[in-house]
């Protein structure tokens, strides 16, 4: 039984590690990708046209969505990453 849980252990801990990291790097993609969207704002924002383009609209719904979803992928990273600490909390104990 003993190898088992040691077994379970390791996996815990492997998997919590595994979060961290996965949450490290998707924090770095949210934060990219946010400030190209604030960029490209601010650059259709003072572009010498005065007209947005098709492509320039379609850019613009694309880094929203990217942004969209980059958030939830860091909630879902988040939350794994706290349930994950609860079971090693709870194996310890």
Do not use: C, H, Y
């Amino acid at each position: 039984m003993n190898s088992e849980t040691a077994k379970e252990d390791l996996f815990v801990r492997s998997a919590l590690a595994s979060v961290e990291q996965a949450q490290k790097l998707q924090r770095l993609k949210q934060i990219t990708v946010t400030a190209v969207a604030v960029i490209l704002a601010a650059w259709l924002a003072f572009k010498p046209g005065p007209d947005v383009s098709f492509v320039e609209g379609l850019i613009v719904i694309a880094l929203g969505i990217a942004i969209s979803t980059a958030k939830i992928l860091s909630l879902i990273n988040k939350n794994t990453l706290a349930v994950l600490q609860a079971i090693a909390e709870l194996r310890l104990r």
